[in-house]
């Protein structure tokens, strides 16, 4: 089975930024899709940013216009750069593959996940 991990997390202020990135991350001719999740404390994990098999791209829309998610097969890799980094983006950021067909923003149909990177934005 594939391992991700993730790296590229930290501490930052408020409007800076940060790249994730998750080795490990192909898309295979089994993969659905690919994504970037978080899980605040006290809260349930959401979709930040998702790509799909075909190369569509979705966002949650608190994350719009900030960041982007990008896949490269040829280096096995998925990044997410965030800008203009917020306090409410504070948060453990996982990312995850499917093997299964359906919503990619949801967490149940992903069956690979990383051990999760934090990252502190700061006000």
């Known amino acids: 089975q594939v391992q991700l991990v993730e790296s590229g997390g930290g501490s930052v202020q408020a409007g800076g930024s940060l790249r994730l990135s998750c080795a490990g991350s192909?898309?295979?001719?089994?993969?659905?899709?690919m994504g970037w999740f978080r899980q605040a404390p006290g809260k349930e994990r959401e979709g930040v940013a998702t790509?799909?098999?075909?190369?569509?791209?979705r966002y949650i829309g608190s994350v719009k216009g900030r960041f982007t998610i990008s896949q490269d097969n040829a280096k096995n890799s998925l990044s997410l750069q965030m800008n203009s980094l917020k306090p409410e983006d504070t948060a453990i950021y996982y990312c995850a593959a499917s093997q299964t067909a359906g919503n990619c923003y949801l967490p149940n149909i992903y069956n690979t996940w990383g051990q999760g990177t934090q990252v502190t934005v700061s006000s």
């Open positions: 192909r898309f295979t001719s089994s993969t659905y899709c």
């Open positions: 790509i799909d098999r075909d190369g569509t791209t």
